[in-house]
């Protein structure tokens, strides 16, 4: 249940059916309710005023004037109040407060699921890193972005599909396929000198050049050199996926699908899905032969001025329209990438999203492009851009060993701080913002950890529910027991501000799925749990405010029934974000 949802709702309906009722009210879906800013002005803050002030040819505060007492007259209501230009401010009874907190125990880990979604199909395509070595830490933002907002749409109520797109069908695997066989030669014994500059340097193709060698043993070095090729091409692509699932696992990334570039160029029924995708786009007018001007500044010297296979792109917002066939007959890059759009589409994903690094942000139209002539406004395109992360401890520039050869490898990173800790701190930015990685930081059992602070909340709800259990065995502490508590005995502000919340969790996730944003919900967590950790150390002052009362079994149970709801948000939260919520911190 998203409270801001229904009192949105509630606000519309009064004013369509009684304050405005005689008007065309264009602007009613841009009428909002959520948390004020400062909470000391009410629980919750609409803008209705503002935005209909025209339509209703009033001005804002008259109209909020209005308002205010038909808003009074909803049970829930205690007063509502007109503030700055036009603003309301509603402040909740206190009969609320425990009724919903009852409804957020009873949902437990479901509370705020499934509230947007409906079922709707979703593709996330992320990482994507090309298949020539391990992850480096490069990868790593990109993946821990996509794998959230995945598992945050899921939890929304979208049907998700996680998955990696292969680039398996360029000259960078070419080069991995030389790279491997110098290796495979070095492995025999042989002279080879040294590695060639552009081959793939680093540790992580000795082993599978051993295995070749185990396997083949010299035999192929007499093998016809367009089989040999083929056959060290496709192990060697096989080796490092292998490799990059294995790093992804470190992380707890597992996706749903590896799409192969290779499949869109292999023929299957006497044709290509390459080819069939361009009859398909050639009947809908976007594929044509043509040529295309030079480009803009000084001219390469391989540029042609020839008559070749276009992609009508320009039609459809892009700059320039854009080659599909090279002049040696095979596809370009494009050509494959418009396949793989389709195919998507043809998979019945209407909402796909694409999680890039921030160097292919140029590549933005051209994919809108592709997506309004495959899917014309059937499809919804979202991408995402995440910036580069800077390695710190100490706040200083931190040098790792880079056993990859010339970068940093992720287990390296996860090595040193552990999975939570990375996942957790990649969401602690927007994405489209640089991130420093501080080591340090990162490892410090302080507030200044948001990883350590969330994680923390957690174990102590967990480590109260243990000492209730010692020193009050005869309490059942059981979630049917708890959940028979007299929660209107939660009076304290704190406790108020607790549920108060609580209760914002499923309007993060609503907003978060819909607008790609997972680090919405890195910052919500850390909120509460801080909103938990200042409350807890008021009853250092205050013993009548501890959660365990041994004087009044009422008031603790009642307690403990706000700890297991705050409990059961936090390590929802955690779950999605991917990190673990630990019952002791150790």
Not at 171 to 178: E, G, M, N, R, S
Not at 415 to 441: H, I, N, Q, Y
Request: aromatic share 10%.
């Amino acid at each position: 249940m998203n409270i801001f949802s229904t009192f949105e709702q509630d606000i519309k309906n009064i004013i369509q059916d009684v304050v405005l009722k005689d008007k065309t009210l264009s602007n009613i879906n841009n009428v909002s309710a959520e948390p004020p800013r400062d909470p000391s002005h009410g629980d919750i803050a609409t803008n209705a005023a503002m935005v209909l002030a025209k339509e209703a040819g009033m001005p804002p505060r008259d109209l909020a004037a209005a308002l205010v007492p038909e808003l009074e007259k909803l049970e829930s209501v205690l007063e509502a109040s007109v503030a700055g230009p036009g603003f309301i401010n509603l402040r909740l009874a206190d009969t609320f407060w425990p009724v919903h907190l009852k409804e957020i125990l009873a949902a437990g880990r479901d509370y705020g699921r499934g509230l947007v979604g409906n079922g709707k199909k979703i593709n996330v395509e992320y990482v994507s890193a090309n298949p020539t070595g391990p992850m480096h830490v490069g990868h790593c933002r990109g993946a821990v972005v996509g794998d959230a907002l995945a598992n945050l749409l899921q939890f929304a109520g979208y049907e998700v599909t996680k998955e990696y797109y292969v680039n398996d069908a360029g000259v960078q695997i070419d080069v991995l396929a030389d790279s491997l066989f110098y290796r495979y030669r070095e492995a025999l014994g042989e002279a080879v000198g040294e590695m060639p500059e552009g081959f793939y340097p680093g540790d992580y193709l000795i082993a599978p050049a051993q295995f070749l060698v185990e396997e083949h043993k010299f035999s192929l070095l007499d093998m016809e050199e367009g089989v040999r090729k083929d056959l060290i091409r496709n192990f060697a692509v096989s080796s490092m996926m292998a490799l990059i699932r294995e790093d992804l696992a470190v992380i707890n990334i597992h996706h749903d699908v590896f799409f192969s570039e290779k499949s869109l160029h292999e023929e299957k029924g006497g044709q290509t899905i390459i080819a069939g995708m361009l009859d398909s786009m050639r009947e809908k007018g976007f594929v044509y032969e043509g040529s295309l001007p030079p480009p803009k500044g000084e001219v390469p010297e391989d540029w042609e001025d020839r008559e070749q296979t276009l992609f009508r792109s320009t039609q459809v917002g892009d700059d320039m329209d854009r080659a599909l066939v090279k002049s040696d007959g095979s596809y370009t890059y494009f050509a494959a990438d418009v396949a793989y759009f389709k195919d998507k589409f043809d998979r019945g994903f209407k909402r796909m999203v694409f999680i890039l690094g921030a160097d292919h942000s140029g590549y933005v139209k051209r994919l809108k492009a592709v997506a309004a002539a495959v899917a014309g406004d059937q499809a919804e395109l979202d991408v995402l851009f995440c910036q580069l992360v800077k390695l710190l401890k100490d706040g200083k520039p931190y040098k790792m060993s880079k056993r990859a050869g010339d970068f940093v490898t992720l287990r390296e990173v996860v090595e040193e701080v552990g999975r939570d800790a990375v996942r957790f701190m990649m969401l602690f930015r927007k994405p489209e913002a640089p991130l420093e990685f501080d080591f340090a930081k990162v490892t410090e059992k302080s507030k200044d950890n948001p990883v350590f602070y969330v994680q923390y909340a957690h174990a102590r709800i967990c480590s109260v529910f243990r000492q209730v259990g010692e020193d009050m065995p005869e309490l059942d502490v059981s979630p049917a027991g708890v959940a028979k508590a007299d929660f209107g005995l939660l009076q304290h502000d704190g406790e108020v501000a607790l549920i108060s919340k609580l209760a914002e969790f499923p309007r993060i996730i609503e907003q978060a799925a819909r607008s790609d944003e997972p680090h919405r919900l890195a910052f919500y967590l850390y909120e509460l749990a801080s909103d938990l950790h200042a409350h807890w150390s008021k009853g250092k002052e205050q013993p009548e405010l501890r959660f365990i009362n041994y004087e009044n079994a009422k008031m603790t149970l009642a307690r403990l029934g706000l700890l297991s709801s705050v409990a059961s948000v936090l390590a929802s939260g955690l779950s999605i974000v991917g990190v673990d919520a630990p019952e002791e911190m150790r």
